[in-house]
């Protein structure tokens, strides 16, 4: 790596100093004697000056010594009346006048030092951490020398797919000969695209570990500034760096901030971002493949690409980072667990069972989170105790036991949240009630149930959607069969509820009425939701029929859980009971408890 050398004032008062340190040595090889001036007036009479040079101050000149040697003198002027009065008394009398040297430190230095203090620190207070004027078309990328990179692909699990995909990368960066030899050309660009969390960032550094190359690390944000033109000189400056140390990786993430399709927003076409945009694309068709620098870039927003960027010649290879299965929660688990002291009743295979839909930085906070609760419980391991606390602690919020809720509001989340287990125990294709519990959680949850299904599901047929919208609107159902009023709390079930049947309706084609069609927007984001709801391309008639047609499916699988309920009202009522009294009710429990009721 390059050392890169920074201005500091210390060198120039540094500078100063030994400047003023040389003026006084030379300046004391010509030494000149001063002598009082009623000395010089003695030797004046005695014949003893030989020439003098007369100033405004001072009187230069020279006199013969005691070893009739000619020597240098000076004295400063007196005036004459006080020298005349003086030397009728024999006073030895003198002048002095300041120091030219001290003179010259007053006069021009100690200003010189206060002017550059003062912009050292306006300056700084006004840029803050941003760079000096000469390094702003300078790239900002961190670099890991191969030395420095300790990351390996056997520390990025859950992600077998995506390695595989990139180990042809390794390949050619330790041995390019080969694929040269038979005239292969490697990919310029690997885009990783994956929702956030899943490792992008920590794959791409495995693949600059295994290969042992430098590894060139920014973000796209790092490349737009307000300054026109910055973007793109970073952009050039990035890339000729890289070549002078290939074979090497460019890894660029959160590409979106940078790559997003031209003309998209409300700005011209020759903003500064698009102007870096176009520099990219101009480098990535510029450099030579077989000189051995690779491209690679991350983003959860693929839709919003640029198309320039991601055909054939530039990012021509995506590789999908997405969400791990259950097998691969578990081998990333059993990554983090090293790095924690587990007992041996910690099941890593249990745990991501527990945990559908979590990415490796879910993951790797849940064992963090566990370890965190390991230490507040005062013991030395980490316990499978800690980890369901933790699971649930990630999945609805921290446990405030010391929220005060009154009975009657109890008694509501009670039979709230068994409605929910009752008709979720009662329909096929739900996922298994791991847990019921009526202990505030977060911000608004004043109980919740926890189900855990058994194993991934990538596919889910119409009945199995409804069951779950049914299960969903148990909780209000109980409310209006034991209470005869529905509360508030049911505002998250109903938006799970909605969403699932607008999904069913405008996506998979599952609506008798409407048919096989699909009316969802063409354009959506992949792996995150922006919250943002695209407009529709289809008439108000068939608007208001897809809204009939959600409003039918949440009304009839209300009606089911209404009639699941009813017919198993004693249950209702004592499994409310034991939970009122345990506050927690665990897996084993419930169903004992339901099949003693059926």
């Not at 040389?22 to 001063?34: H, K, L, R």
Request: with cysteine; net charge negative.
């Amino acid at each position: 790596m390059e050392k890169r050398y920074k201005f500091s004032l210390w060198y120039v008062l540094i500078g100063i100093w030994v400047v003023l340190i040389a003026q006084s040595y030379i300046s004391s090889m010509f030494v000149v004697e001063t002598i009082p001036y009623s000395n010089f007036l003695n030797l004046v009479k005695t014949n003893k000056v030989t020439e003098i040079s007369v100033t405004q101050n001072e009187i230069h000149g020279k006199l013969i010594g005691n070893a009739g040697k000619e020597q240098k003198f000076k004295t400063v002027r007196v005036d004459p009346e006080i020298s005349d009065m003086l030397a009728n008394y024999k006073v030895t009398f003198k002048g002095e006048e300041q120091s030219a040297m001290v003179q010259g430190v007053l006069s021009w230095v100690v200003p010189l030092v206060l002017f550059v203090g003062i912009w050292f620190f306006i300056v700084t207070r006004m840029s803050g951490n941003q760079p000096g004027f000469m390094s702003l078309g300078k790239n900002k990328a961190k670099i890991y020398m191969d030395d420095e990179l300790n990351i390996k692909f056997d520390d990025v699990a859950g992600v077998e797919e995506a390695k595989q995909e990139l180990v042809e990368i390794i390949d050619f960066l330790k041995n390019s000969s080969k694929f040269v030899e038979v005239g292969g050309r490697i990919p310029k660009g690997v885009l990783l695209v994956g929702p956030p969390g899943t490792g992008k960032t920590m794959l791409a550094k495995a693949v600059a570990g295994e290969s042992g190359v430098p590894f060139f690390s920014m973000s796209g944000s790092d490349f737009v500034e307000m300054f026109v033109g910055l973007g793109a000189s970073r952009v050039r400056d990035l890339f000729t760096q890289a070549k002078q140390k290939a074979p090497c990786i460019i890894f660029i993430d959160e590409l979106d901030a940078l790559g997003k399709a031209r003309g998209l927003g409300n700005t011209g076409g020759h903003d500064e971002r698009e102007q870096t945009l176009n520099q990219l694309l101009t480098e990535m068709d510029g450099f030579d493949a077989k000189v051995g620098v690779i491209l690679m870039a991350a983003t959860n927003r693929p839709e919003i690409l640029d198309p320039a960027l991601l055909r054939p010649g530039r990012f021509d290879r995506h590789v999908l980072v997405d969400r791990p299965d259950k097998a691969g929660r578990k081998a990333i688990l059993e990554v983090h667990l090293k790095s924690i002291k587990a007992d041996e009743t910690v099941d890593a295979e249990k745990i991501a069972g527990m945990t559908p839909g979590m990415v490796g930085a879910d993951l790797a906070n849940l064992v963090n989170e566990s370890a965190l609760l390991t230490v507040r419980h005062g013991r030395q391991t980490v316990g499978m105790p800690e980890f369901e606390e933790a699971i649930e602690r990630v999945v609805a919020g921290l446990e405030k036991k010391n929220r005060v809720i009154n009975v009657k509001e109890r008694e509501i989340v009670a039979h709230h949240e068994m409605g929910h287990a009752i008709v979720a125990l009662s329909l096929p294709g739900t996922d298994p009630v791991h847990k019921i519990s009526i202990i505030p959680r977060g911000v608004a949850a004043l109980g919740y149930t926890m189900q855990v299904p058994t194993q991934d599901r990538f596919l889910l047929s119409r009945s199995e959607l409804l069951n779950r919208i049914a299960s969903f609107l148990g909780g209000r159902a109980a409310e209006e069969i034991i209470f005869g009023d529905i509360s508030t709390g049911a505002h998250n079930d109903l938006s799970r509820a909605t969403d699932i049947a607008k999904s069913m309706v405008r996506e998979y084609g599952m609506s008798e009425k409407l048919g096989q069609i699909y009316l969802a927007p063409d354009k959506r984001a992949q792996f995150i939701d922006t919250g943002v709801n695209e407009p529709h391309d289809y008439s108000e008639e068939t608007a208001r029929e897809v809204d009939d047609e959600i409003r039918q499916i949440i009304q009839d699988q209300y009606e089911i859980a209404l009639n699941i309920l009813s017919n198993k009202k004693d249950l209702l009522v004592k499994g409310s009971q034991l939970l009122l009294d345990k506050e927690k009710i665990d897996r084993e429990e419930l169903e004992g408890l339901f099949h003693a009721g059926a």
